[in-house]
């Protein structure tokens, strides 16, 4: 069984960068889609980057600038670069998995990792002070 760690957060002030990392333990498989997501209180669950079926790298309109996914297949590490960081980017930071996108015939974006990811970290805390 997978399971994912993340790490990488903290309070920053703004305009400042933090570099989050999620782990995952056990065995993973080539064709699963990876995204990190971010969870705010009282509010839903968000998709910011991920790659879906085949590598493709996807990114939320509203951090495209700012945010950068990348992952370590060595390392079964994923990876978010996240700079000049707002006081609306406070957050709990989740990174996720679906194992299944690969069987659906169909391109994966992040609104189906929302939905659709089954195995979730814990997640790390994002505070940005202004």
């Known amino acids: 069984q997978v399971h994912l760690t993340e790490s990488g957060g903290g309070s920053v002030k703004a305009g400042g960068s933090l570099r989050l990392s999620c782990v995952a333990s056990g065995r993973v498989a080539s064709n699963w889609c990876w995204g990190w997501y971010r969870q705010r209180p009282d509010s839903e669950r968000e998709g910011l980057a991920g790659f879906g079926y085949g590598g493709a790298t996807t990114t939320a309109t509203s951090v495209k600038d700012r945010f950068t996914i990348s992952i370590d297949s060595a390392k079964n590490t994923l990876y978010l670069q996240m700079n000049n960081l707002k006081p609306e980017d406070s957050a709990k930071y989740i990174c996720?998995?679906?194992?299944?996108?690969?069987?659906?015939?169909?391109?994966?974006?992040?609104?189906?990792?929302?939905?659709?990811?089954?195995?979730w970290g814990q997640g790390t805390q994002v505070t940005v002070s202004s």
């Open positions: 996720a998995v679906d194992t299944l996108c690969g069987t659906r015939g169909r391109a994966w974006w992040l609104s189906d990792g929302v939905k659709l990811s089954n195995i």
